[in-house]
């Protein structure tokens, strides 16, 4: 009896293994090495001029080209741009900013000036009690100079709004890319850990029927429960990440994509310019052009301040008319005024105005300085992220990834053979899924520098 309950457990272990042996080689040896399939040449390559490709099999979808309902990255990065409402919002500012500039130029509107200058309150004793009318126009008049200048800084603000809202679209660009790209990574983690369950399942159906047959344990059943609960709850927890990637990826697209497959097969970003040719145009991005012209324009506020050292002026003409029982109206008198602002307070008012000013311009090219060189220590650390992270690819693509990959099946053969145990080989599996996920994890990092830099190139501007 007990003969022949061990032949049935040997029976029951080598349908297990033949069963398994082509899960193993088929869904999950290569799953990742074809997410790196981009040649060695590319990934070794400078990274400043090469951009790898990044992709991945998509189990039991069809593929991207023949669908065309998927969403694509740049389809998304079209809709996030067609949806960026403060974009539209600062170019309304812009707008709004140009017309002041237009108006500032000139004078303001008169005004008119009409009523009764004396009523008598009394009658006198000739009773010629007489009611005067005046009737005038008053003009205020601002120095051209100082008219020139609230012009000019009101245009050079509103061009720097227009920057502004250029910056804008970049930042949008960037964050859609950002958000596509942790998609990719939840989605492609999915295929892996799901590929690597259908495996476990079969090594827990394996633990059982051996230990059914007594050729095994209770140890060896538990342990490989335990391992796919954790995977499953795993599974879990990167289908949640999954879900509230997509919900950032609506905020910026407007667009609902819950019913919408995407084109996850795929990414291709543009080519990074080289690193020197970034540096030299670092100037020319929408951020520190609007910046700059901050600067300008709080440099013609001090322009501003200073014309206040000019008086402002008025003239007024306004005649008069007086009103008596015996002699009706009658033309009275004329009158011409010019009225000037006088600068008793310079030290206490007009000094601070310029004060405040220069303080104002001072700030302004402080910050300037500061941001260029945020930018500046930016582009250096993505360019040395982007070598390291090329370098780390390569290696987990030559290097990592195939002894994993032998060492799965090395265990798998040992286990065959009763060379090892169970849990030997489960470590085995273990190690070769963290080394899958921490090579899908590079390629997104690397993928998330060259979207730094991409945004340093002013691409999509």
């Given at each position: ?345 310079k030290k206490t008012l007009q000094d601070r105005w310029l004060a405040g000013s220069e303080k104002d311009y001072n700030s302004a090219l402080f ?23 090329d370098e780390r690819v390569a290696f987990y693509r030559d290097m990592i990834l195939p002894q994993a990959a032998q060492n799965a099946q090395a ?51």
């Amino acid at each position: 009896m007990r003969r022949k309950t061990r032949t049935l457990g040997w029976v029951f272990w080598c349908v297990g293994i033949m069963v398994l042996m082509p899960i193993q080689a088929a869904d999950l040896d290569e799953a990742v090495l074809k997410i790196l399939e981009a040649d060695e040449a590319a990934t070794r390559a400078e990274p400043s001029t090469t951009t790898p490709k990044l992709r991945a099999p998509v189990a039991g979808r069809r593929a991207v080209t023949s669908d065309v309902n998927s969403m694509t990255l740049a389809e998304a990065e079209r809709l996030a741009q067609d949806n960026n409402v403060m974009f539209k919002a600062l170019r309304e500012k812009a707008g709004a900013l140009v017309e002041q500039s237009t108006a500032a130029t000139r004078l303001t509107d008169p005004k008119l000036k009409f009523g009764i200058s004396e009523y008598p309150t009394r009658s006198t004793d000739n009773g010629q009690d007489a009611v005067k009318m005046v009737v005038g126009i008053q003009q205020s008049v601002t120095p051209v100079r100082r008219r020139k200048h609230e012009s000019a800084q009101l245009e050079l603000m509103g061009k720097g709004q227009s920057a502004r809202a250029v910056e804008q679209q970049l930042l949008v660009l960037r964050e859609t890319r950002k958000a596509w790209l942790d998609i990719y990574l939840q989605h492609h983690t999915l295929i892996i850990l799901r590929q690597t369950r259908k495996i476990l399942a079969q090594l827990v159906e394996i633990a059982q029927n051996q230990y059914r047959a007594g050729s095994g344990n209770q140890s060896d059943v538990l342990q490989a429960q335990i391992e796919l609960s954790v995977l499953k709850d795993k599974t879990s927890q990167v289908e949640t990440a999954r879900e509230t990637a997509l919900v950032e990826l609506t905020r910026w697209t407007g667009s609902n994509l819950a019913s919408r497959e995407l084109a996850l097969d795929d990414i291709d970003l543009p080519v990074v310019m080289e690193r020197t040719r970034i540096e030299q145009t670092l100037d020319r991005l929408p951020l520190l052009q609007a910046m700059k012209l901050d600067a300008d324009a709080a440099k013609e506020g001090v322009e501003v301040a200073r014309a206040r050292a000019t008086p402002e002026w008025m003239w007024e003409f306004e005649t008069s008319w007086s009103y008596t029982k015996d002699g009706g109206v009658g033309s009275d008198a004329v009158a011409a005024l010019i009225t000037l602002d006088v600068p008793f307070s310079k030290k206490t008012l007009q000094d601070r105005w310029l004060a405040g000013s220069e303080k104002d311009y001072n700030s302004a090219l402080f910050l300037l300085a500061d941001q260029r060189r945020d930018l500046k220590r930016m582009l250096d650390r993505e360019v040395v992220n982007i070598q390291r992270l090329d370098e780390r690819v390569a290696f987990y693509r030559d290097m990592i990834l195939p002894q994993a990959a032998q060492n799965a099946q090395a265990a798998l053969r040992a286990y065959q053979a009763r060379v090892d145990d169970f849990s030997q080989l489960m470590r085995a599996r273990q190690k070769e899924l963290e080394s899958k996920l921490d090579a899908l994890r590079l390629l997104v990092e690397r993928a998330l520098a060259q979207v730094n830099l991409l945004y340093l190139t002013g691409d999509g501007a």
